[in-house]
């Protein structure tokens, strides 16, 4: 079974600054997909951005960058230019590609999450 | 377009009660997923259901049961309520099962006394 890692359950950062969030994953698949969510206080999990396995280029999507390293299953996640609306807790996702109708390969596998604060 | 909605907001039962909870899924989704999110912890999966049919189910004891209707909004039933089913219960639809990205609804917060 895969299991995700985040070891950090807080990081804050100044508005304006970079920060990283960090999570591992552990698989003996070859072919997956990753995530990262948001969850601010309203409680609805936000995608962020998403990485799969088999691309070499890290994903991008404005502020936010991912660091994939795939030999050493890290997925980090980088906020450039932080506001005060990125605050929240932020979960790291693991995905086997789906494998069709009777398989469970289309679950999401949270982290424990990392909350984000950000000081004005 | 509506996007994934859940009902009610929360709720608060008692232990050995059964409790309903209800999704509607964003317009157009076939597939649809269940979580459970204890306080301070990540989601854990419970089931999905592609086109009314289960199709993958997490460590949860049967007493966690689902349904999925022809318009493809769904329901989550707990028997024999406990202290540990205190959560978020987040529903997430997909387009397909081989969609990789799954939209969440706002959750329902229950609380078992």
């Known amino acids: 079974a895969q299991t995700v890692t985040q070891s950090q359950p807080e990081m804050s950062v100044q508005e304006a600054e970079t920060v990283t969030l960090s999570c591992t994953y552990d698989?003996?698949?070859?072919?997956?997909?990753l995530f990262w969510y948001k969850q601010p206080p309203s409680r609805q999990m936000i995608l962020v951005i998403r990485?799969?396995?088999?691309?070499?280029q890290n994903a991008t999507e404005n502020r936010f960058s991912v660091n994939f390293q795939k030999a050493a299953k890290s997925f980090s996640l980088k906020i450039s230019d932080s506001q005060l609306g990125d605050a929240a807790m932020y979960f790291c996702?693991?995905?086997?590609?789906?494998?069709?109708?009777?398989?469970?390969?289309?679950?999401?596998?949270f982290g424990e999450g990392t909350q984000l604060t950000v000081n004005p | 377009e509506t996007g994934v909605t859940q009902s009610p907001t929360h709720l608060i039962k008692t232990r050995g009660q059964q409790v309903t909870l209800r999704c509607s899924s964003q317009?157009?989704?076939?597939?649809v997923s269940w979580y459970q999110q204890a306080l301070g912890q990540g989601p854990q999966f419970i089931f999905q259901?592609?086109?009314?049919?289960?199709?993958g189910r997490g460590n949860f004891p049967p007493r966690f049961s689902g349904l999925q209707f022809p318009n493809y909004s769904s329901e989550l039933n707990v028997n024999a309520l406990e202290l540990d089913d205190s959560a978020l219960y987040l529903c997430?639809?997909?387009?397909?099962?081989?969609?990789?990205?799954?939209?969440f609804g706002p959750g329902t917060r229950l609380t078992v006394l």
């Open positions: 997430a639809s997909s387009p397909t099962i081989w969609t990789n990205e799954q939209f």
């Open positions: 698989t003996s698949e070859s072919d997956y997909y």
């Open positions: 990485q799969e396995a088999y691309k070499q």
């Open positions: 996702a693991y995905r086997s590609p789906p494998a069709g109708i009777g398989a469970s390969g289309s679950r999401l596998t």
């Open positions: 317009s157009g989704h076939n597939t």
């Open positions: 259901y592609y086109r009314e049919e289960e199709n």
